[in-house]
C-alpha cells in the first residue's frame, strides 16, 4: 500500500522560507517520479516541481525555479521542497504525489498517489 504523508507547513512572513518534507513507503522508490502541487482555494491544482528518485533529476515551474528546491534522502524514503522568498500569492495547500515512470509529467491526473496535503500560508 502506498503512502505518503507531507509535513512541514505553517505560517511564514513574505519572503521567509519554509521547507516540506513527504514521507514515502510502499513504492519501488527506483521506478518513481515524485511531484510537488499546489492548490490555493477557488483554483486548481498547479505543478510546483518533481525530482526522480533514481538519479536525483529535478524539474520545476517557471513561477518557482531560483527559489525552490527538491531533494531527496534515499535512505529515509523521504522527499523535501525548499521554498524560499516565498509570497503571499503562493498559500495553498501543498500536496506530494508519486508516478510510476521517468517522463516529466506536470498534470495532476498524471500522477496515481497523494497524499493528504500541508498548509503553507505566506503573510503581507
Known amino acids: 500500500q502506498v503512502q505518503l504523508v507531507e509535513s512541514g507547513g505553517g505560517l511564514v512572513q513574505a519572503g521567509g522560507s519554509l521547507r516540506l518534507s513527504c514521507a514515502a513507503s510502499?513504492?519501488?522508490?527506483?521506478?518513481?517520479?515524485m511531484g510537488w502541487f499546489r492548490q490555493a482555494p477557488g483554483k486548481e491544482r498547479e505543478f510546483v516541481a518533481l525530482?526522480?528518485?533514481?538519479?536525483?533529476?529535478?524539474y520545476y515551474a517557471d513561477s518557482v525555479k531560483g527559489r525552490f528546491a527538491d531533494s531527496r534522502n534515499n535512505a529515509e524514503n523521504t522527499v523535501y521542497l525548499q521554498m524560499n522568498t516565498l509570497k503571499p500569492e503562493e498559500t495553498a495547500v501543498y500536496y506530494c504525489?508519486?508516478?510510476?515512470?521517468?517522463?516529466?509529467?506536470?498534470?495532476?491526473?498524471?500522477?496515481?498517489?497523494w497524499g493528504q496535503g500541508t498548509q503553507v500560508t505566506v503573510s503581507s
Open positions: 504525489a508519486a508516478r510510476r515512470g521517468f517522463t516529466v509529467k506536470t498534470n495532476p491526473p498524471d500522477y496515481a498517489y
Open positions: 510502499g513504492l519501488t522508490f527506483s521506478t518513481y517520479t
Open positions: 525530482i526522480r528518485w533514481t538519479e536525483g533529476y529535478t
